[in-house]
T-cell receptor, first 113, second 112 residues
Framework: EADIYQTPRYLVIGTGKKITLECSQT?????MYWYQQDPGMELHLIHY???????EKGDLSSESTVSRIRTEHFPLTLESARPSHTSQYLC????????????FGPGTRLTVL | TQLLEQSPQFLSIQEGENLTVYCNSS?????LQWYRQEPGEGPVLLVT?????EVKKLKRLTFQFGDARKDSSLHITAAQPGDTGLYLC????????????FGKGTHLIIQP
């Protein structure tokens, strides 16, 4: 059983609010990822990290930012939420290696009104 | 940009039937993974295939990686209602760098 946690699970907020989606893993994995998933669509990589103090943008452009101050923690922040940010956000982690087998958290369902 | 096409998008069959879902690409992947996702949850890894032509079995599920490492299939024998879910294939480019490239998934419903 993978030990990766996301909070909150569900969030409904108004336009213009600043929000932070939390993601923590207890497996000691160096690599962590944020994906965005809309209904009927594939997961799109928006951010990833190789380790502490490393952050990279993914394939899908996103107005969110991430930080990696501790190995186990990879929060995602939206400075000013908009309705276009409404989506499912999935955090994942993986061991080092070529295969990138990923362990996913349960996701945060974000709705911006 | 690497793309993974999954087919069919939706499949609804009766308990006990067999089925195959496909994952195709024009790109070569160093490995290909299959995940299963249930509503309101994150995907869970089922299997990773890395060698062209490789076949892996997980109980009633059989996974195959194409010889050219561009495609894969998932075959389920005697499907059960517990197999219901969204099946996602995902490819890794190698080098352990970026995240995975995901297909849109196959929504599978097994009716009792």
């Amino acid at each position: 059983e993978a030990d990766i946690y996301q909070t909150p699970r569900y969030l409904v907020i108004g336009t213009g609010k600043k929000i932070t989606l939390e993601c923590s893993q207890t497996m000691g994995h160096d690599k962590m990822y944020w994906y965005q998933q809309d209904p009927g669509m594939e997961l799109h990589l928006i951010h990833y990290s190789y380790g502490v103090n490393s952050t990279e943008k993914g394939d899908l452009s996103s107005e969110s930012t991430v930080s990696r101050i501790r190995t186990e923690h990879f929060p995602l922040t939206l400075e000013s939420a908009r309705p276009s940010h409404t989506s499912q956000y999935l955090c994942a982690s993986s061991l080092a290696g070529d295969w990138n087998e990923q362990f996913f958290g349960p996701g945060t369902r974000l709705t911006v009104l | 940009t690497q793309l993974l096409e999954q087919s069919p998008q939706f499949l609804s069959i009766q308990e006990g039937e067999n089925l195959t879902v496909y994952c195709n690409s024009s790109s070569v992947f160093s490995s290909l993974q299959w995940y299963r996702q249930e509503p309101g949850e994150g995907p869970v890894l089922l299997v990773t295939v890395v060698t062209g032509g490789e076949v892996k079995k997980l109980k009633r599920l059989t996974f195959q990686f194409g010889d050219a490492r561009k495609d894969s299939s998932l075959h389920i024998t005697a499907a059960q209602p517990g197999d219901t879910g969204l099946y996602l294939c995902a490819g890794a480019s190698g080098g352990g760098a970026d995240g995975l490239t995901f297909g849109k998934g196959t929504h599978l419903i097994i009716q009792p």
